[in-house]
């Protein structure tokens, strides 16, 4: 089955770090660009980040820009979002988010999620 | 990296075809044929419903439908039923390896 499985969330306050992880299993992961999409409670998806297949290449949301870093280790099949300092509005969940179709994917929409781990920035 | 805009909410009754809008720009949804659509159950992950402005994911019913004209994409539900009720996102690649979402849409089966 493909599975896409989140966890790192939990409380932080305000200028502090978080990691989250998302697990994947049932495809080969190497082969597929990963993004990270977030909601915050009672609102829309924002699109937060990209990643490649091979690591080498990455994109951001304005309102992440220098403070979130993805990354992903295909030997282990996880993909990766350091934030870092988190802000009040940073508050959401986060899902991981698989694309369409394999290899070089300009464009491509979102096909398998996970289920997202929460964020609370607060003091 | 402005959102794109969509209706609050539409309603429709069963059996009968609601139109849900996603309005963009040049530099996102009508210069790519890359717009997605979602839907969203509470509490649940979204779920890919159209792809690429008008494809559908194996096992998405053809009751959902999407097309595009200009900067505006639309997605339509024929034949409403019951679990269609949701909240749906349109989403579109707005160049330089970026994507963005649009507000949601609350679809009531009245």
């Known amino acids: 089955e493909v599975q896409l499985v989140e966890s790192g969330g939990g409380l932080v306050q305000p200028g502090g770090s978080l990691r989250l992880s998302c697990a994947a299993s049932?495809?080969?992961?190497?082969?597929?660009?990963m993004h990270w999409v977030r909601q915050a409670p009672g609102k829309g998806l924002v699109w937060v980040s990209r990643i490649n297949s091979d690591g080498s290449s990455t994109s951001y949301a304005d309102s992440v820009k220098g403070r979130f870093t993805i990354s992903r280790d295909n030997a282990k099949n996880t993909l990766y979002l350091q934030m870092n300092s988190l802000r009040a509005e940073d508050t959401a969940v986060y899902y991981c988010?698989?694309?369409?179709?394999?290899?070089?994917?300009?464009?491509?929409?979102?096909?398998?999620w996970g289920q997202g781990t929460m964020v609370t920035v607060s003091s | 990296q402005s959102a794109l805009t969509q209706p609050r909410s539409v309603s429709g009754s069963p059996g009968q075809s609601v139109t849900i809008s996603c309005t963009g720009t040049s530099s996102d949804v009508g210069g790519y044929n890359y717009v997605s659509w979602y839907q969203q159950h509470p509490g649940k992950a979204p779920k890919l419903m159209i792809y690429?402005?008008?494809k559908r994911p194996s096992g998405v019913p053809d009751r959902f439908s999407g097309s595009k004209s200009g900067n505006t994409a639309s997605l339509t539900i024929s034949g409403l039923q019951a679990e269609d009720e949701a909240d749906f996102y349109c989403c579109s690649y707005a160049g330089s390896y970026v994507w963005v979402f649009g507000g949601g849409t609350k679809l009531t089966v009245l």
């Open positions: 049932g495809f080969t992961f190497s082969s597929y660009w």
């Open positions: 690429d402005v008008s």
């Open positions: 988010a698989r694309v369409v179709n394999s290899g070089y994917s300009p464009g491509d929409a979102f096909d398998i």
